[in-house]
């Protein structure tokens, strides 16, 4: 809560500085233009005293009147030209503070997801390996039944495959970064790949219900480890966000010439203004000192790249009447054979 609280301080007065300064150099520009106007005044003034000095050496008053409109002109034309010179100079400072703004606070955003990644990885490396430290202890200094045995063994596999999954997860996200990351697309069983992994996660989760509901027999071109990760990600942040004990239905089908691809869980929902920002490198919503759910920010970032690598489009709609629902779609699709 302090390095929250202060990063919220350290905004404030950076922001502060900035306005601080913004509005100085407004002010200035303003006082420079009305110095400017002073001065015009004062060349008006002084050339229509000359000119009236010279009165004498004018043949007509028409004549004088004419050098008087041309002073007057003259005038304008000089505060004309410092009005739009002044209003450039405003407009473009105004456009680069905003700019400047907007780049300053995108990068402040970035460093603070960052530093809640870290925060995030940190806590999901050390716990899986505690407890693994913690069963493998217990196996080597007590003698337990068979039984204890493989809940141990069991519970220990668990933890590794969730420390196996985090690093998939940073090294397919860096990869990403860099455009370094092809799928190797082969003809799948698309059905039997998602019934696999469905029930390896059964095998893995206890605290909720998978449904599945996947039409079989539907082929698709695809990278068989990134679909499997892709499913992972999204059951596992249902798990994350909804009750113990909901259901979590996932769902694959046709819909007229579409391929559709649902994960739906019973859980709170996404609140409507963060539904364009769940899939963010790094993002979650809340922060990392007051949220309880676990994470690291890059499954739903990492959904979405391996959606768009296979052509498909993503989207999170409500799941009524309460819940998330992850949406894929793989338009115009062609059955393929497998």
């Known amino acids: 809560m302090k390095k929250s609280s202060s990063a919220l301080q350290g905004k404030k007065v950076i922001t502060g500085i900035y306005v601080f300064v913004l ?4 002010l200035q520009l303003v006082w420079w233009g009305v110095l400017l106007h ?3 005044k004062e060349i008006a003034h002084y050339e229509q005293m000359e000119l009236t000095h010279q009165m004498h050496q004018l043949s007509e008053p028409s004549q004088f009147m004419q050098e008087m409109q041309r002073l007057h002109h003259e005038e304008r034309m000089r505060t004309l030209k410092y009005i739009g010179e002044g209003t450039i100079f405003l407009i473009i400072i105004l456009a680069g503070a905003s700019m400047v703004y907007r780049a300053v606070w995108k990068q402040m955003r970035l460093q603070q997801q960052q530093q809640n990644f870290m925060m995030a990885v940190t806590h999901e490396l050390k716990s899986p390996i505690a407890i693994a430290k913690l069963n493998l202890e217990t196996l080597r200094k007590h003698r337990l039944d068979e039984e204890k045995q493989r809940r141990l063994l069991d519970a220990t596999i668990r933890e590794t495959n969730r420390l196996d999954q985090l690093c998939n997860n940073i090294l397919l996200a860096s990869q990403f970064e860099h455009e370094k990351s092809q799928p190797f697309l082969e003809p799948l069983d698309f059905s039997q790949v998602l019934t696999q992994a469905l029930n390896e996660l059964r095998d893995r989760i206890h605290s909720h219900d998978i449904v599945a509901d996947i039409e079989p027999g539907i082929g698709l071109e695809a990278d068989k480890f990134m679909i499997t990760l892709m499913l992972n ?5 249902a798990v994350k966000y909804a009750p113990k004990g909901t259901e979590i239905v996932v769902s694959l089908g046709l819909e007229q010439n579409d391929l559709l691809m649902r994960v739906c869980d019973q859980g709170e929902g996404i609140p409507q203004e963060e539904k ?4 963010m490198k790094f993002y979650r919503i809340g922060n990392e000192n007051t949220r309880k759910s676990k994470g690291s920010g890059l ?11 296979h052509g498909g489009t993503i989207a999170v709609n409500d ?3 309460k819940g998330t629902c992850f949406e894929i779609r793989w338009q115009d699709y062609s059955p393929q054979t497998v």
């Open 319 to 321: 799941n009524l009447p």
């Open 233 to 237: 990600n999204l059951v596992e942040n």
């Open 299 to 309: 499954g739903l970032y990492l959904t979405r790249k391996i959606v768009e690598q």
């Open 276 to 279: 364009g920002k769940i899939f």
């Open 23 to 26: 509005v100085y150099t407004v």
């Open 38 to 40: 002073q001065q015009s």
